[in-house]
């Protein structure tokens, strides 16, 4: 064997002399520099390219993605700039912060209105409830996603929520629209007026949430008849009213919590008949509940349902049973639904705790708030329990619980600022501190925000019909009898409300933006302010005067009491908007409103007459008004009164002058007018100055009053007129110097003589 073969390798020598294993490049016999080239080169890449994309960005003033540098790069380029592109370049905008944009601190840059403008965009109403803005409306609940900001978007705002039956209709046919003594209407509603005649006007199987809160007014609010004698004594009448108080409000409740019911069973279909009975009895369905149990085989459970809510006595025994139970921790071979069912006839509808091997179970999970109040009432409160108390366990309940919080019916979310408007009327019927304006906010009967129909029809009733509840801004003006109570008489003498009258007006403008004119114009009624309800409805029909139809007009007139004069008003506001002065002027003379008439006359209607030489219209234009329902008709009418009078008499008594009919009154008639021309002449240029048609019309009506009111002067003897000679034609401009300098003359002479 040689010797080479014997020596041992130096990796074995290596090994026993160091212990140290030799690198895996020299194991391989690779150069240990080109190796380290080779490594830096593969796993240095990743890191390479985060520093090229961290200089990339760095390096441009506005960040931009890399999508944008690949479609860059993919437009093609242009060959013939013969020809227009095609296809513009695609551009990106970055929206940059506030302090970061160039239009920082140059807000008042007027000169350049995108950057004194370009921020301020913000939500704008237009006409006819149209809402304009950019991106998506949203609310405190909507998500936090982004919109497209660069269209500007229009939205129709809808007032009306649900359909409901025609609810001011009904209040129509029992109320007596009517006018006071100075000729303003207003309404009276009828004292008889109940919920229940609201609630009648829906369909039996019409569950709305409209429909429950009418139906609840009445088993809170309506007037109850007891069939009591007269002998009874007041505190057996009052229990008496507690407790049908209490029966018509689980009655209610009952009704309104079937179809939540009737949809559980439906999507939790089982054969466990202990989890049918249980939803059952969250709608007050003891039958349905006790067949259901036996049915499945419960009999002795079903005995046991079938006597709650029972006594006292009752709740205790069943409760120590449950407390058995626990103790011997049997409760964990019972199912859940058995456990609720025991618990119900316990009187326990918030929590049953359990024993260490089973599970406390909340009562009331999984169920609405209406259902949770349903299980205080029916089966936690006793029978002589208040309604009140009953009322105050659940209200510290819903603090307590996020699952009975009574969030309104459009709510889908877990929380809501906003209660249920059902939930507001049962607090306001049992805690006296409840008020008006907390019971009525809108967002509780609607997911509008400004739909107040239910609100104010709830006001009107609990108020103005039942008098039972009001607000509490209300001053107290009501005159006093003679035993010192507020007198009962047909009009509101309770003093005036200001949130009644906003909540009114809302409403009314509510029904306006819908097209319901003769509506508003009924609610605009129930203002209890006689200047302001006079306002609002004038408004009103000045802003609906293209809707106001012959039909619309009997309806106004004949069952609301509208005056004639209002709506002729309306119209001539509208006429005189369009233009049409005429027919603007003629119905302001039948409204009686004779002032505006006649500075619409003066205006624009006297000078056209004139420049049509139309005496007769012109006479009629004056005549037609009421000189003492005007205050400058001596320097208006009266002067082309007198115009009209000069130009056509002068000259029939010039005629009857020349073929020799003396006669002394007609000299002395004669005289008369034409002594009144000088200061016709002088006045007429004030009244007729500066016109809003630009004083064409009206300067060319004056020149030709003027021209023709020299040629009615007696040119033998000239009289001078205070006036500017320029105001006329040439020729009548030469008349007048003529009669002036003559007239000068003579009055040198006489002063010399």
């Known amino acids: 064997m040689d010797e080479d073969e014997l020596r041992p390798s130096s990796r074995h020598s290596q090994d026993e002399d160091h212990d140290e294993p030799a690198p895996w490049a020299q194991q391989l016999g690779l150069e240990s520099n080109r190796m380290h080239v080779m490594q830096a080169t593969l796993f240095r890449m990743p890191e390479l390219a985060k ?145 229940a005649s609201f609630a009648s006007l829906f369909t039996l199987h019409d569950n709305s949430h409209a429909a429950s809160v009418f139906r609840l007014g009445s088993a809170l609010f309506d007037t109850l008849d007891l069939h009591l004698g007269s002998s009874v004594t007041p505190d057996i009448r009052n229990r008496v009213v507690a407790l049908r108080r209490a029966d018509a409000l689980s009655s209610w409740l009952s009704r309104a919590v079937a179809p939540s019911v009737e949809q559980d069973l439906k999507a939790h279909a089982s054969s466990d008949s202990a989890r049918i009975a249980f939803l059952h009895l969250t709608g007050n369905q003891i039958e349905k509940a006790v067949d259901a149990l036996t049915n499945g085989g419960n009999i002795r459970l079903a005995t046991l349902i079938a006597q709650i809510p029972g006594d006292v006595d009752f709740r205790d025994d069943v409760r120590e049973q449950l407390q058995v139970w626990t103790e011997e921790k049997v409760d964990a071979l019972m199912s859940e639904d058995i456990r609720k069912l025991y618990a119900l006839a316990a009187g326990e509808t918030d929590l049953l705790e ?232 003629d119905l302001l003379t039948k409204a009686k409103i004779h002032g505006q008439a006649h500075d619409i006359a003066v205006s624009y209607l006297a000078p056209e007459a004139i420049l049509r030489d139309d005496l007769d219209l012109l006479r009629r234009l004056f005549t037609a008004l009421d000189e003492s329902l005007i205050e400058d008709f001596a320097v208006g009418g009266r002067l082309f009164i007198d115009y009209v009078k000069i130009i056509t008499d002068v000259p029939e008594l010039r005629r009857r002058r020349q073929l020799e009919h003396d006669d002394a009154n007609d000299e002395l008639e004669l005289e008369t007018l034409r002594s009144r021309i000088p200061k016709l002449m002088s006045v007429l240029p004030d009244v007729m100055r500066d016109k809003p048609d630009g004083g064409e019309k009206s300067s060319a009506a004056l020149s030709i009053m003027l021209a023709k009111l020299l040629d009615c002067m007696d040119p033998t003897r000239p009289t001078r007129v205070d006036m500017e000679a320029n105001l006329m034609s040439e020729a009548a401009r030469l008349r007048y110097l003529h009669s002036a300098a003559y007239g000068s003359f003579l009055d040198t002479i006489a002063t010399s003589a």
């Not at 507001?424 to 609607?446: F, Q, W």
């Not at 010192?484 to 309770?494: A, I, N, P, V």
Request: one cysteine or more; hydrophobic letters at 35%; proline letters at 5%.
């Open 51 to 195: 520093a090229h994309a961290l200089d990339t960005s760095t390096t441009l003033k506005h960040p931009r993605s890399p999508n944008l540098r690949a479609e860059l790069k993919e437009i093609p380029p242009r060959t013939s700039f013969a020809q227009p592109r095609t296809h513009p370049p695609a551009r990106k905008y970055v929206r940059v912060s506030s302090s970061a944009s160039i239009a920082a601190s140059h807000e008042g840059a007027f000169v350049d209105q995108g950057l004194s403008s370009g921020r301020s965009f913000r939500v704008g109403w237009g006409a006819g409830d149209r809402l304009v803005h950019v991106g998506d409306l949203s609310s405190s609940s909507s998500s936090d996603d982004g919109a497209n900001t660069s269209s500007v978007k229009f939205t129709k705002l809808k007032h009306a929520g649900e359909t409901t039956p025609d609810l001011l209709s009904h209040l129509l046919l029992n109320s007596r629209p009517t006018r006071d003594d100075s000729g303003v209407p207003y309404v009276v509603p009828n004292r008889t007026l109940t919920f």
């Open 354 to 585: 359990g024993s260490s091997r089973s599970q406390d179970i909340e009562m009331t999970r999984g169920l609405d708030w209406l259902r949770i109040f349903g299980l205080q009432l029916w089966f936690s409160s006793l029978l002589d329990t208040p309604l009140r108390e009953t009322f105050e366990v659940f209200e510290q309940l819903t603090k307590d619980s996020a699952s009975a919080t009574p969030k309104p019916w459009y709510c889908n979310g877990t929380t809501s600022q906003v209660t249920d408007g059902i939930f507001n009327l049962i607090k306001l019927a049992l805690v006296p501190s409840m008020t008006l304006e907390s019971t009525l906010t809108p967002l509780s009967y609607s997911a509008n925000p400004r739909d107040t129909k239910i609100p104010w029809l709830l006001y009107i009733l609990l108020s103005r019909c039942l008098r039972l509840r009001d607000f509490t801004d209300r001053q107290l003006q009501g005159s006093l009898d003679d035993d010192g109570e507020t007198s009962d008489s047909d009009r509101q003498t309770d003093g005036i409300s200001q949130t009644a009258e906003s909540l009114t007006i809302n409403f009314a403008s509510q029904l306006q933006q819908e097209g319901l004119v003769q509506e508003a114009a009924f609610v605009l009624l129930f203002l209890e302010d006689d200047k302001g309800r006079t306002r609002a409805i004038k408004e009103l029909l000045s802003q609906s005067a293209p809707l106001l139809d012959t039909w619309k007009v009997a309806g106004l007139r004949g069952s609301l009491s509208i005056p004639q004069e209002w709506i002729d008003e309306a119209k001539a506001t509208h006429a005189l908007y369009h233009g049409d002065l005429y027919l603007a002027y």
